[in-house]
């Protein structure tokens, strides 16, 4: 490492991190959007943030990414007309992304047939997702293998949810009969070879939000082995998952990135925003970036067979 940076990481590691991190957000955005700073961020975020709080939880949230569902449906043309589409949540959680999913898709084309499948290591939150019930305000995993996280749905977005959701006698909110129609839910390993024994090859495979917590080979082993599910023709979309590894791992890959809306996919979580101090925040895009294609892509179609 040349001696700058090794001086530079010195004093970041001598420096209070919460110090380092009000510096870093009182610099106006056009200054932080420079090569320079850029590079900087990047120093930071691998060297001092990546590799703390590998923490799983089974936090989920319905319509957590509208622009990537709208990117989705509109790659529904593929499809003719009646014809039967297969859909995978992988670490589906509780359940909030695979229905949102549903809702939009099955919106965009009523004349398509889902047949939708979830799957998750904890057979608590595969139970919770199958019944499709959820308490304002509370997470529903509060029994899961990992942390519960936030709640699925706030008092606040009931009203915007109305589509997804209806509200029962004691105050809970179940998930529409329509949405809960022609799903399955299975407790499975997302690392295990015989995955896709289980669910079988898929149209759609959806894999967000749990693997940028594991250590990098466990990571790589899980994201080949869900590769192994999609259709030739068929499409992944990954998120959450650290930048680098998944832009090593695809790029030789037969997926290639989807650029539809791109910019609007990788900032609509707010959640991912915090870059370089929070683990699971999302880096600027920019396409001065080698790969940025796939750098900065979370949907991929597999292109051959």
Not at 10 to 37: F, H, N, Y
Not at 123 to 138: C, F, K, L, Q, T
Request: contains cysteine; proline residues 6%.
């Amino acid at each position: 490492m040349p001696s700058n940076v090794t001086n530079f990481t010195d004093v970041i590691r001598r420096t209070p991190r919460k110090l380092c991190r009000a510096v870093w957000e009182s610099i106006p955005g056009p200054i932080v959007k420079t090569a320079p700073m850029r590079y900087t961020g990047k120093l930071i975020y691998r060297n001092f943030t990546r590799n703390v709080l590998r923490v799983q939880s089974h936090y989920t949230h319905f319509m957590r990414n509208p622009p990537l569902l709208d990117a989705l449906a509109s790659l529904l043309t593929d499809f003719d007309k009646g014809s039967t589409l297969r859909l995978a949540s992988i670490g589906c959680s509780t359940g909030a992304e695979l229905y949102s999913t549903l809702h939009v898709l099955r919106r965009a084309r009523p004349d398509l047939t889902f047949l939708a499948q979830g799957v998750d290591i904890s057979s608590a939150v595969v139970e919770i997702a199958r019944r499709g019930i959820y308490r304002p305000d509370a997470p529903a995993a509060e029994d899961g293998l990992y942390q519960a996280g936030r709640a699925e749905v706030s008092s606040k977005d009931i009203d915007e949810f109305r589509g997804i959701l209806e509200t029962l006698p004691d105050g809970t909110l179940r998930v529409h009969e329509w949405l809960r129609e022609n799903s399955s839910w299975w407790t499975a390993d997302a690392t295990d070879k015989s995955l896709l024994d289980v669910v079988g090859d898929q149209d759609i495979v959806l894999a967000n939000n749990f693997m940028g917590p594991m250590e990098d080979p466990l990571a790589e082993a899980c994201l080949r082995n869900i590769m192994r599910l999609v259709k030739p023709g068929g499409l992944l979309v990954v998120e959450g998952i650290d930048t680098d590894l998944k832009t090593r791992i695809l790029m030789p890959s037969e997926f290639k990135p989807v650029l539809s809306r791109q910019e609007d996919i990788w900032t609509a979580d707010p959640s991912k925003r915090g870059w370089p101090w929070v683990r699971w925040s999302y880096e600027p895009l920019d396409r001065n970036e080698e790969g940025w294609q796939f750098r900065y892509s979370v949907i991929f179609r597999r292109v051959s067979a």
